[in-house]
Structure formats: structure tokens, C-alpha cells
């Protein structure tokens, strides 16, 4: 209803009565977030409070920032604007810009959705995703989003649609080759560096297979600070293409790139609370294989005791979600469920992980590494045809035996900046040591990989290349009180000290004794 | 399993090895929040990471703060000190701290736990409360929280809970006295200002009413913000037990002591998102009830179309809910249902709506927030024992019609610091008004307590003290074309404009027409 006024009305908009004209004052200061500070009363005066959003207008632009006040700071008529900002949009002291406040973006709405149950549809979520990467929800309704996420559960059409605009907000590896390939692990196995191996099989193999991997977060070490011992693995887009065109495989760290950049974004706010709602965690890994134009790709679901995924029955539910999401988004997934319960190579820590990948491509190494890798590089080869089916596993093999897979990573590294005639003695191995032995007789029932990775870590890894710890044996093995357990390495005696001190109060190993008693 | 090693290990505490001592910076802004910049690289030689919690100690004290990282801000060895921080423990520029790294609180098991349908018990929701109250827990973990409980939900020993943890993170009021008082209402309603008639009625029958009210944060008034038109309400808790001691009732704000504290952290992340947990609902109403020490507590809860409880039958739930939490927590509670879709009393805005209780106390004024102020002092009366069952609406009325209410009134005005001889005139009512007419004839079917809250903000209330909407009509009224419908009152000119234009646009009244068509 519009009502009956007899006054003649100046032509304003109503909706955007809360905007003003300030003076920018700059603060010399990097956030890392878009933010603005009000003085306290022009805000109040304007009805606008902190944590509000705003829009800030300068010489015809509009960008979005997050309000915060001060008394003192910010005087009356100055707008305080953080040097992120500042240089961002070339804001120079004491010019006047214009502060509109903004309604909530049309995402609360979908948060709050998703809080109540419902599925997005019809670009809801891009929309989320969207105003997510221009900075437009807080780190308080993001949680929100996750959490529910984490509760209520994704459909898959939800999982697709994050997938898609994980791709779509950032850039795209365009090849104009195929078939691509790749692989995933969803992870928690110390020294589980299959990639260094299946990946120069695959592209010894003639088969394209751009590699981006993560640094780690909480592990020892991930992909991409392993490969970084032998060659640099930060690059972008354009010098990531010329790569591969050249030696089909690539091994670089993902971060490097504007690949799927939301995921980092979600990352941030999910690691606090350990959140991984299945839905995202399909959405941001096959987000980023659609973002390499991957159309074959292997996940490797390790399985068992202390990983992420502890049942086999978890496994096969994850494995067949993979499968129907994967397929959603043209993508053909093979899902391998494995043995995950202990350490996989005999290094933990980037240089000693490196030695393992080196004795594996050399034809020996650690017989678990060698045969993960072939297993998973084989799978690769039938899944996109390449040999038929069951032949996969000694077509990896003959690849390896050939020295052709060694000769592949010599290439890759050299075109990674590396040195490609690198040998395991140049591997900057920690030169403080420290044999830890075994207290008891027995057989080790089992191994524990978050035990192994925390002293890894304590001793500097992934940090210092050559920290970490080296596995004198594994699973099933007969020992004696006294026999070399594990070696710790460090670059320091002090790192090497508090890794000792880890090492004896951790659970590294679970031993089983025949006898368990007698009586007379 | 202790493993057994042959070196003698230096006696170290391996869980606090990410320690280190930098210099103090201070940068001089005030972030509300306790956060320290260290230097990017010795950030990550130190596996701290932005996010991480620390413990920084210095001068043998410890104090929690977030960890921000900075490559340019902050030096290597230089720790960047807010002036938050600064100030509260008395950091100097130079200074050496320790910085040392936090494992995670222990209320991050229990937020997961509510994540995954847990029922929080033994103390685990008072561990959540004290790391809130301590700057433990960042802004994304909290938002978690109060999400999971959103989706989740609480028990009522979990509502206990957090009552409790809400009355012990803050002061609490002892008067030594009772029967102790008090009341609350869910809100939603525009112009619903029964606190300042039922607490003087309260408080002239000899009963102790120790009433704290909040301010508007999206209505046009709260009651602190209508009584501060009148008198201070800003004070500390010494200064309102003697008030009280003397008078027997108060009206003052609650945010002016420290109440509830926690409380305020929590709604700051509830806002965004509208966010309203019942569960946290109640414990924040019940825990603020408690610490001024009510033994006898009056719900109201306005329902109907376009306030919080649309229908009876959730009323009636939430009712319950709150007298089996209340009386768990020592408190007898009376829920009373009352119609909420449309705003009660005339006026909407800090003055327009004292106009209407110094009418009503004066023993005329809208016939509504008369019957409802009597209404809810009577069942107060009752709930205590005061007067018998049945007998409470006429013994609030004999002491409304006596005067001794106004006097009451004129009592606490005085006490609390204002003109205790005011008169209607006096008020400082908007001098720049618009009547906005009927546009057609019809019966009013109903008024929207959104949309008349909408355009008295806009018209600049509660901020501008003047400003608001007086409604001239009511519910069922029948009107013709051009019958005056509101008058706006503004204190500026544009002010008014924009409201005049805001009650054109949204739907302020809804007409029922007799003749809905006619054929021949």
C-alpha cells in the first residue's frame, strides 16, 4: 500500500540513508582483510555498527569492506582504511570517499537455508561462493555455513554445485590435450609419497598428468614440501602449462597457482574445528582436478586404524560418492581403498621421503612404496584404457624396471628448475641423530601415523628438508629389547632433544607378545 | 610405551617447544580483540601459524592472545602489541615477552562434541563459557558453537548449564532482601513499554524489582533507550543496589554493568546471522534474572503474525520450556501468552513512548499498554503471594488509579538522576512531523510492528530521542480515504524525508474492504 502524503517528497532513496562522506585516513597496517574504521560517532550517527557491511566509493568504483569503530583512531569525518585496502583501490590520505552501508548479502538468506534444513538450489551456493571471495561474509557466518554443512550434509547436487564454483573462482589449466589424468589421496599416512612415483610412470607412459599437491598442514610433510627438495614447485598457471606440454607430468604445489582459490578461503575457517563436511571435502578435491581439466583420476582412500577414514564400510560409502559426484562433473573416478593403518616407505620428513622416491624409481627401495605406487599406477593405466584391464599393474612395472620412469623425473625436475642428476647422498639429510630403540621384546602389532608424524614435526619437519624420522621397521616384524626401532634426524641438537623427549612419551609402537603370562 | 634411548635428553617440556622471546612493538590502535603480529618468518620457524593461541608471558604473568602474522609490520624479534593489550598488562615498547604456544583448549573436544549431536555435561559448557570470556576461543569456534546448537539443540540440564556459567562470568546483584521481582519479554512488539508502568506498580506495592532492560539493536526503542528520556540509566552495581535499597524498583541498562558479560560476546556472533538457539535464548534471559537475584520472574510472550513466536502452540511450548529451566534454576515462572501482532500504545520511539507512560501512570493513555501493564503487575502480584489468586489486576489497578504508581515512578526518576517533576510537555518530541493519510477507506485489519519500527529508525529514533511514528489508529478501526493514519516526528528535515518515503514504500497497514466485488 502506498499510503497518501501530502508533502511533496525530495526524490532520495531510502534504502541507502546510511551513507556518508569521509576523509581517508591511511593506517599502516597489512590485515589481510577489508576493513574500515568509522569513527564511533559518525557511525552511530549513520546507524551503522561494527561488523557491518560497506560498501566504500571512490572516483566511480564501488568495493565491499567490513566496518569496525574507534573513538580515538578514526576523528569525526575520517574514514580509517587499512594499507591492504589503501593500495588495493589507490586510496590516498585525506581524500573524501563515500560510505554506503549494505543491506546483508542475499547469501545470509542461504546460510540460514542450509541452517534450517533445506538445499541450495539454483545457484545458491555459487552465490555463497561468490560472496565469500569478494569478501562480503564474515569469518563468523562462514563457520556458520560450514558447520551446518558439517551437520545437515550436502546433497549431491549441493556438492556439485561447490565443486563447480570451486572451479569457476579461480583459474583454469587448459591443455588442449587429452586423455589428463590425476590422483588423490584423502590422507593421514606418514610417508605416503606415492605421487613422486605414479606420476613420472603415467607421463613415461605418454599420458598427460598435471600434479598439483598441498604443503602440509599438521602432517610431516606433504607432496609439494617433498618435491621441493629436488626442484622448485612454485608456479604459475602459464609456466605450469609450458611444463607439462613439455614432459606431460608436472609435480608443483597447488597454492602457487589461482587454482580454486575459495577452497583456501574455507580451509582457513574449517582447520580451527577439524571440519570436514564430506560434501565440501568432495566439492574442493574434484574441484580442483575439474580445474586441471583432469578426466581420469584415482582416489586413494587409506583405511584403518588412526587415518580419517577408519572402516572399510566408511570407505566403500566415500569410494561410491566420489564415483557418483565424479561422474556428475564428467569426470571418471576409479576409488582405491587401502591399508592406511601405518607409515607407507621407510622416511618421514621431506629429504628422507625423497631417498625413498629415489630407491623406488632406481628399481629397489621400500617393497610397500613400490608397490602402492605400481598398484595406483597401474589402476591409472586401465582406467583410462591405456592397457587393458588386469595388465595395469606390470605395465607400471615394466615402465619402472625400464629406467624410463627415473628418466621422466630426472625431466620433470630439470624443467622444475631442479638439479636432475640428483642422488640419494646429496639429499640434505638432518646431521643430528638420534637411534630410539625398543624397550621390550615382541611383535609390532601395529605402527601409529600420527605418533611418527608428530615427532617428524617436533624434529623441524617439514621446515627442515632433512628432518624427520626413518622407520627401521614395520609391521609384523619379530624384535628384541634393544634393536633400532626408528632413527629421529634434525637440523639442530635442541630439535632433536624435544623429538627424543616426544618419541618417549608417544605411542610409536604397539607391540604383541606370545606369552602373556604362566603359573606353577 | 617408553622407548628407550641411549642419550641423556636435556629436561625440557616437549609440548612447549614453539616458545620464543621478541620485543615488544606496540601499534596503537584499539582492536577489541587480544591479538599479537609476530614476524612471518619466526612465526613459521616456531610452527606458529595466524589463528594459533599463545600464552604471552611477561613479568611472570601469562595472558591468552590470537596469533596475526605480518612480513612488513613486525620485524624478526619484534612481537606487535595492540593497544588493547598494551594497556591491560602494561607492555612497553623494548620490552622482552615470551611467546609460547598454546595446545587447544579444551572447549574445542567439547564444540565438536555439539557438533556430532552430543549432550555437553559435567562442566564442559562452563569450560566453553570461561575460554569465551578469556579470548580462547576465536570468533570462528564460537560461531560454530552456537550453530551446532541452533541445529542441534540443548537439553535442559544444558540450558542450566550455560545459565549458570552466564550468571558466574559476571557481577552479581545481592540486595539482601525479598521476595526479589522481576520481568521479561521476548519482544518484537513496537511501542511495547509495560516496564515502566508494571515496575513502579511493583515497587509501590512494597516488593523489590531490581529491572534491567537492554537497548534497541534493531527495533526503534528498548525500554533503557525510552527511559534514558527521562533519567540516567547507566549505572554500575553499587550504584543501583543503593537505588533499589531505596526505592524498591529500577529501570537501567544492563550493558552499563557487568552482568552477564558473556552474554554480549555471544549475542555479537548470534547477530549477523539472526541467530537465536532457544536454548541459548533462555539461559541468557534466566542466567541475567538470576544475577540480579529474582526469585519470582514474569514472561511475556507476545505472539502472532510478524513477531518471533508466530503461533499459540509454540508459545505455549517455549512457556513451558521456561518454567522447567526456571524452576531448575530456583526461579518461579509465570509465561504469559499475550497478542503481539500489532504494536501497543500510540507511540513508537524513546519520547513518543514516554508520553504514553506518564499518560498511562497519569491514570489515562492508550487503553491497550494500560490493560497489559495491569495485566502483567497483577499476575506478578499473584505469582509472589502478594495478593490472592484472581484478586491482582484489580489491586494493580487501585494502585495505578491512586497515584502512588506515579509517585513510584517520580521517585526512581529522581534516583536516577533525572527531572522527577517531568510532564508530557517537557519531552523532547521531533519538531519536524509528516501525517501520512489513508489511501483508501476500509477496516484495519492489521498493523505491522516491523514496518512502524522501520520508519522510526529511519526517522532517526532511537538515537534522536524524538523521533518516531505516533499511531493514530488501531486494529479494527474502520477509515475513510484521507483519515489520518501516523504522524512521523524527525529533528531534521532530511530525516523526515526519508521516513516519509520508507512509509510509502513498505506495507505499514493492510485494509479489509466490505465489498470485495459486485457483478451484473
Same sequence: chains 1, 2.
Avoid at 622416511?347 to 629397489?364: M, R, T, W, Y
Wanted: glycine share 10%; proline share 3%.
Amino acid at each position: 500500500m502506498n499510503h497518501y502524503v501530502e508533502k511533496e517528497v525530495k526524490k532520495v532513496d531510502v534504502w541507502k540513508v546510511k551513507k556518508y562522506v569521509c576523509k581517508v585516513k591511511i593506517i599502516d597496517i597489512f590485515t589481510g582483510k577489508k576493513i574500515i574504521v568509522l569513527n564511533e560517532d559518525d557511525a552511530k550517527e549513520h546507524d551503522i555498527y561494527a561488523g557491518f557491511r560497506t560498501q566504500i566509493r571512490h572516483q566511480g568504483e564501488s568495493h565491499s569492506a567490513i566496518v569496525d569503530v574507534s573513538k580515538e583512531l578514526v576523528k569525526a569525518g575520517e574514514v580509517g582504511v587499512f594499507r591492504d585496502l589503501a593500495t588495493a583501490h589507490k586510496l590516498k590520505k585525506g581524500e573524501p570517499i563515500e560510505i554506503v552501508h549494505m543491506d546483508q548479502p542475499a547469501s545470509i538468506a542461504y546460510i540460514k537455508k542450509k541452517l534450517d534444513k533445506g538445499t541450495l538450489v539454483n545457484g545458491e551456493i555459487k552465490t555463497i561462493v561468490d560472496d565469500i571471495m569478494n569478501d562480503r561474509l564474515s569469518e563468523i557466518e562462514t563457520s556458520a555455513w560450514i558447520t551446518a554443512a558439517y551437520i545437515n550434509g550436502f546433497s549431491d547436487s549441493e556438492v556439485i554445485d561447490l565443486a563447480n564454483a570451486t572451479v569457476d573462482s579461480g583459474e583454469q589449466l587448459n591443455l588442449g590435450k587429452k586423455p589428463i589424468l590425476d590422483k588423490h589421496c584423502v590422507g593421514g599416512v606418514a610417508g605416503n609419497r606415492t605421487t613422486m612415483i605414479v606420476v613420472p610412470i603415467i607421463a613415461a607412459a605418454g599420458l598427460y598428468i598435471p600434479k598439483t599437491s598441498s604443503r602440509s598442514i599438521t602432517s610431516a610433510a606433504g607432496t609439494a614440501d617433498t618435491m621441493e627438495v629436488l626442484a622448485n614447485v612454485t608456479f604459475d598457471m602459464d609456466e605450469m602449462r609450458s611444463i607439462v606440454l613439455k614432459a606431460k607430468g608436472a609435480m608443483v604445489w597447488g597454492g602457487g597457482m589461482k587454482l580454486a582459490p575459495v577452497d583456501d578461503k574455507l580451509i582457513r575457517i574449517r582447520h580451527p574445528l577439524s571440519l570436514d563436511p564430506e560434501g565440501m571435502l568432495l566439492a574442493s578435491i574434484l574441484g580442483k582436478k575439474k580445474s586441471v581439466g583432469a578426466q581420469y583420476v584415482l582416489v586413494d582412500i587409506p583405511t584403518g586404524r588412526g587415518v580419517k577414514v577408519p572402516y572399510v564400510e566408511r570407505a566403500n560409502e566415500l569410494g561410491k560418492h566420489f564415483l557418483r559426484v565424479g561422474e556428475k562433473l564428467g569426470m571418471k573416478i576409479e576409488a582405491l581403498i587401502t591399508d592406511g593403518a601405518e607409515p607407507v616407505g621407510n622416511g618421514v620428513g621431506p629429504a628422507l621421503e625423497c631417498s625413498d622416491v629415489l630407491e623406488v624409481l632406481g628399481g629397489k627401495g621400500p617393497e610397500d612404496l613400490k608397490h602402492k605406487s605400481l598398484l595406483m599406477a597401474g589402476k591409472l593405466l586401465e582406467l583410462c584404457k591405456k592397457v587393458p584391464s588386469g595388465k595395469g599393474y606390470s605395465a607400471a612395472q615394466n615402465i619402472l624396471n625400464s629406467g624410463k620412469a627415473m628418466s621422466k623425473f630426472r625431466e620433470i625436475i630439470d624443467l622444475q628448475g631442479g638439479n636432475s642428476r640428483v642422488r640419494i647422498s646429496d639429499l640434505p639429510i638432518g646431521k643430528y641423530t638420534q637411534v630410539i630403540k625398543c624397550e621390550e621384546g615382541g611383535s609390532i602389532f601395529h605402527i601409529d601415523n600420527k605418533s611418527v608424524s608428530k615427532i617428524a614435526r617436533i624434529a623441524g619437519s617439514p621446515r627442515d628438508k632433512g628432518a624427520g624420522v626413518l622407520l627401521h621397521r614395520t609391521r609384523g616384524d619379530r624384535v628384541e629389547k634393544g634393536d633400532a626401532l626408528l632413527t629421529i634426524y634434525a637440523n639442530s641438537e635442541s630439535k632433536l632433544d624435544f623429538a627424543i623427549k616426544a618419541a618417549q612419551n608417544l605411542e610409536v609402537v604397539e607391540m604383541r607378545k606370545m606369552l602373556l603370562g604362566s603359573m606353577q
